[in-house]
Structures are given as structure tokens and as C-alpha cells.
Nanobody, 127 residues
């Protein structure tokens, strides 16, 4: 069974930085084909994709976080990361990691395309 556990959320000032981690179990990051991702959901808004990373290391970001956020993974640790710099109040949300083993990442990922989710970690940016 695939399980995901996020950590690293918190509160920062406008312009600050935070790093999120997501430990994944149930499949191996050394596997040849999988997609893992970060999503976020602000109160009253739909869950939106932030970044995806394929097993190959290929990454895709939503426009609003390009050049500020970096998604990465550590294969031996089976851990997904999201480094967030130059944070803005609009980045305030619950952040979730998601996984889809044995598949490629798509350019049109959405909440419905991932079956496995973490419990979420809150990020609050105050201006």
C-alpha cells in the first residue's frame, strides 16, 4: 500500500523560505516510471497542482511558482522535497504530496489523476 507523510510546514513572513518533505512508502523511487507531485489548497479554493517530478527527474511547475519553488527527490531516502523561496501571502495553503506509481507525469495533472495522497501540511505566509 502506498503511503505518504509530509512535514515541514509553518509560518513565515512575506519573502521568506520554507522546505517541505514527503516520505513515500509502498513503491521505490529507484523504480523506472512514476510521477510524484505537490499540490496546494487554500480555503475556499480548489486543489491546484504546484509541481510534478517524474522518476527521470523531469520537472514541471505551475506558472505562479516558477523561479521561486524547486521540486526534487532523494531516491535512496524515498523522499520528495519542495523548497519554497520568496514566499508570498498568496502561497498560503495546505500543501499535499501525491504519487502515481508505474506511470508518466502528464502536462494536465489534477486532483483526480492521483490516487495516493499525504495528509497535508499547512504553510502560512504573512505580509
Amino acid at each position: 500500500q502506498v503511503q505518504l507523510l509530509e512535514s515541514g510546514g509553518g509560518s513565515v513572513q512575506d519573502g521568506g523560505s520554507l522546505g517541505l518533505s514527503c516520505v513515500v512508502s509502498g513503491f521505490q523511487f529507484r523504480d523506472p516510471n512514476y510521477c510524484v507531485a505537490w499540490f496546494r489548497q487554500a480555503p475556499g479554493k480548489r486543489r491546484e497542482g504546484v509541481a510534478t517530478i517524474h522518476s527521470s527527474g523531469y520537472t514541471v511547475y505551475t506558472d505562479s511558482v516558477k523561479d521561486r519553488f524547486t521540486v526534487s527527490k532523494d531516491n535512496p531516502k524515498n523522499t520528495l522535497y519542495l523548497q519554497m523561496n520568496s514566499l508570498k501571502p498568496d502561497d498560503t495553503a495546505m500543501y499535499y504530496c501525491a504519487a502515481r506509481p508505474h506511470d508518466y507525469c502528464s502536462s494536465t495533472e489534477s486532483r483526480s489523476t492521483f490516487a495516493y495522497w499525504g495528509q497535508g501540511t499547512q504553510v502560512t505566509v504573512s505580509g
